[in-house]
């Protein structure tokens, strides 16, 4: 089971992607940055949302990408 902070990043990507993406990218994102969703911490933030805004612009666009990402940093 994901810790809390996973699970509110995944909270807010949903609305944006979907169910499905959010955990994936909430997967995806531990990983690149050598975590796991269970060990990610508030300090991980920002590297997170930067990587989320570069990997999201693909599918939702710009403007969506930065404006989630921003939602993922203010979670710290």
């Known amino acids: 089971m994901a810790n809390v902070l996973a699970e ?3 909270e807010v990507l949903r609305p944006v992607v979907g169910t499905v993406l959010a955990s994936v990218s909430v997967e995806l994102e531990s990983k690149r ?12 933030l920002p590297d997170i ?8 612009r693909l599918v939702v ?3 969506l990408a930065q404006a989630a990402a921003k939602r993922v940093r203010e979670l710290a």
């Open 61 to 63: 666009g710009p403007d």
């Open 49 to 56: 949302a930067d990587n989320l805004a570069q990997q999201l």
């Open 33 to 44: 940055i050598g975590k796991t969703p269970d060990t990610i911490t508030r300090l991980d």
């Open 8 to 10: 509110r990043i995944e």
